[in-house]
């Protein structure tokens, strides 16, 4: 069936980098506003970044603005680039897809189950 597999999460250093990646399996995103959402224990889940259909627009949490990039590799992939990660960035991670073209995909929506990053010296 339909679904978002997240990947890439795992222990990094301060300062280190990490590229995440969500893959949909049996469906294509490209009608589909892509986001990575966060969350730790006792938090509410924050939107990280989005972005639009193909040719459109991203945009980004101000805590993450000129230190991770949201992109799209193919019609079924996308990407969080994620550099010079602090402790704060610390959390699981969950790729998200959004119906944006109701002609084709109506109001559909798909959630990973979330990969984990831990920022730790």
């Known amino acids: 069936q339909v679904q978002l597999v997240e990947s890439g999460g795992g222990l990094v250093q301060p300062g280190g980098s990490l590229r995440l990646s969500c893959a949909a399996s049996?469906?294509?995103?490209?009608?589909?506003?892509m986001s990575w959402y966060r969350q730790v224990p006792g938090k509410e889940r924050e939107l990280v970044a989005a972005?639009?259909?193909?040719?459109?627009?991203t945009n980004y949490a101000d805590s993450v603005k000129g230190r991770f990039t949201i992109s799209r590799y193919n019609a079924n992939t996308v990407y969080l680039q994620m550099n010079s990660l602090t402790l704060e960035d610390t959390a699981v991670y969950y790729c998200?897809?959004?119906?944006?073209?109701?002609?084709?995909?109506?109001?559909?929506?798909?959630w990973g189950k979330g990969t984990l990053v831990t920022v730790s010296s």
């Open positions: 049996r469906f294509s995103i490209s009608s589909y506003t």
């Open positions: 998200k897809a959004r119906c944006s073209r109701v002609g084709i995909c109506g109001t559909m929506e798909y």
């Open positions: 972005i639009s259909i193909p040719g459109g627009s």
